[in-house]
């Protein structure tokens, strides 16, 4: 008889470990069903926002490659995940404030950049030490 009380139980026991599992499940779909919409809707509202920007733009005159071009280019100038390490010099002859002009064949950037040039866009600035010429 204990034997027999022992196994109902056991038996009780993973019943509700079944009905909580099952509980745990609808919970679970419920989420699933909810987040999916969740993202759908902002799907939606993102590409309503691309297409509103692309009606301004195509009203602007400007084409959507320049625009595109433009936004990589102001990427560049402020990286998502932040600025690059760089390097300054002071120069000591005039270069009408290029830096290309002050070292046409970027000797001393190839030299002094902390990482491989080919890798990404940098940005040089470049100015003249007035006591030193």
Known sequence: MAQAKSKESRSDAIRWKIFAAAEAKIAIELELEQ?????????????????????????????????REYEAFCESLDPEFGQRGGFSITCEKSHSGSYPNYDPEFELFKKFSEEPYTTCNFRCEAWICKSCT
């Open 35 to 67: 987040l999916m919409a969740e993202l759908q809707k902002h799907e939606e509202e993102t590409v309503a926002i691309d297409n509103k920007i692309e009606a301004t733009i195509k009203n602007s005159a400007m084409s959507l490659a320049l625009y």
